[in-house]
């Protein structure tokens, strides 16, 4: 596979365990009427899913990359957005009304 492909698979991933995860979140909370269980379910299924796709991107990409820079670079900037995606999803979940 391309090394262009598996970049663009990965960050399209990305975007698919964000939503989902939001998406997760934003069921439990008008199931369950519990903003911090939302937020809590949030958290727990986007951590174990970021850790599989960065299991499964060092694997893909260890055959493809020729040097560490664009994997530190990529590998990277999923973990430095990650705690700006919790405060955005904090801020969501405590946003969206319980009836």
């Known amino acids: 596979m391309d090394i262009q ?8 991933l990305l975007g698919v365990i964000a939503v989902g995860s939001l998406i997760i979140g934003y069921l439990v909370i008008k199931i369950f009427k519990s ?13 174990f899913s970021l850790y599989f796709l960065i ?8 055959e493809v990359f020729i040097g560490t820079i664009p994997w530190i670079f990529n ?13 955005l999803a904090w801020i969501l979940t405590k946003k969206i009304k319980i009836t």
């Open 5 to 12: 492909k598996i970049v663009d698979l990965y960050y399209i």
């Open 35 to 47: 903003h911090k269980l939302g937020f809590c379910l949030i958290l727990i299924s986007s951590r």
């Open 55 to 62: 299991k499964w991107f060092a694997g893909a990409s260890s």
């Open 75 to 87: 590998m990277g900037f999923a973990i430095l957005i990650y705690p700006i995606y919790l405060f």
